[in-house]
């Protein structure tokens, strides 16, 4: 891995807004994707309650 240099402040800024981007974009795929586990759980309950209900 190469070192860095620093020198240039426009470069630190470019990386350092790469880097928020980055983790921006992937808070927003794991709360996606724990919104749709979250969903998929509910759904499921909600589902084996029903189906429940109607073999009663």
Known sequence: MRDQD???DSAYRSA???TR???AVALVVTLLV???VAVAVL???LFLDFAESLGR
């Open 6 to 8: 620093w020198d240039d």
């Open 21 to 23: 981007i980055t983790m």
């Open 43 to 45: 759904g499921a309950v």
């Open 34 to 36: 724990a919104g749709a």
């Open 16 to 18: 350092a807004r790469r």
